[in-house]
């Protein structure tokens, strides 16, 4: 990933976020000074695992509230259709702006809960919304057959894994990959990619 050639990308979708930000607050004030570093590249890590598996064609974004990773895929991948999910209206309609003003037509936002969806996706993901044995609970009934679900977790996400192992044997999923990677911040900040499958 060349980063400076895709924040230079980002340009647009950084004013747009910024300015909606200031009136809905979907990332605190100090963490506007790493919109880039914390929130849009941690996003766009997701590429580590397009790169491994399969892309899919729709993608569920299960409490994406100010729109990650929803939003920097969308913009990022326009051969994906994303369905940004959140029950919190402010943040689906903040997401419905931004759409617009991005000009994104490969995103579909939904405010709803995600257990009263019936729809199956290829991908789904989740980032910094609950632990993984409750996300996991949510995500692995909305999947296709072959589908992947990708919880982006610190680096405490083995603690996570151990957790999860019940809800994970009752989904009849396992744990296929963890995919390590590191924020471009000055102090050490590991990250993770969980990539769950269930067993056919």
Known sequence: MDKLKIKADFTKYI???LQKNAKLNLISKNDEKFLWEKHIFDSLSIEKFFDKYKKGKTML???TGGGFPALPVAYTYKD???YPLDSIRKKINAINEMKDELNLENVFPICERAEKLSQKFDLITSRAVAPLKVISGYALPLLKKDGYF???KSVKAQ????DAKSILKKFNAKVIDI???DLPLEE???RNLIVIKQQQ
């Open 15 to 17: 004013e747009v976020f």
């Open 61 to 63: 974004d299960i409490g």
């Open 80 to 82: 994906i259709d994303v």
């Open 150 to 152: 990708v919880a982006f």
């Open 159 to 162: 603690e996570e894994i151990d």
């Open 179 to 181: 995919i390590e990677y």
């Open 188 to 190: 050490n900040h590991t």
